[in-house]
């Protein structure tokens, strides 16, 4: 991440990955320009948060014209560091994490999961979808310095020894997919996504918040 984004507020910095998925898709088609009510229609994000996010991003789009979907697209690279590729560590080969090694975000191209780790001896010395699974006792051992992120896909219970342990292998990020709130110090970052509480909220809101027509 460069110094630029730290003038970025946060929840614009958090739609980067949307839009950028979006503007790929349409340099790939050979546009050259896209309008803000065409990127609201494709990322459901309201028109006049689109264009203040992308006023950060120094692009101001013209009347009639759009925004340049080049100087946007680069512009993300380099925010996002898609130059780059950022190796990640999954802890817990089970249901879930089987599931991620598979998948490998192979879309996103700068994001891999390099190395992955659980405690049953049947998983240990596989390979999943490309990725090796070692022994979590080897976890110390096998992380290196250029893996800063880990995805704990590992059961509730076993969760913050887990965290304990990545910390002080030198992690900075967590994406937490286990219902265990994990306690870390101030400096680690930890994104925490329950699949469960997700449902739930989504059918609570279907329930008692259907949308009509037309809304957002
Ligand atoms: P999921 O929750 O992903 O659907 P599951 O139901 O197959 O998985 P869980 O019991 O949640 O299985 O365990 C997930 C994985 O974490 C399993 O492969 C299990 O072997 C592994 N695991 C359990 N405890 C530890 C631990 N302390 N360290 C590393 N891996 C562990």
Known sequence: MNEEQNKIPQATAKRLPLYYR???NLHNQGKERVSSKELSDAVKVDSATIRRDFSYFGALGK???GYNVNYLLSFFRKTLDQDEVT?????GVGNLG????????LKNNNTMIEMAFDASEEKVGTDIGGVPVYSI???ESKLSDDIPIA?????ANAAQGI????????ISGILNFTPARITVPDRIRVHHIDLAV??????YFLKHYPLQEGEE
């Open 151 to 155: 995805i704990l896909t590992v059961p």
């Open 163 to 170: 965290t304990d342990r990545l910390i002080e292998a030198g």
């Open 22 to 24: 979006f503007l790929n």
């Open 63 to 65: 009347k009639g014209y």
């Open 137 to 139: 006792e080897e976890l």
């Open 198 to 203: 997700e449902l739930q909220a989504l059918i």
């Open 87 to 91: 190796k990640v560590a999954l802890i």
């Open 98 to 105: 089987t599931a991620f090694l598979h998948y490998n975000f």
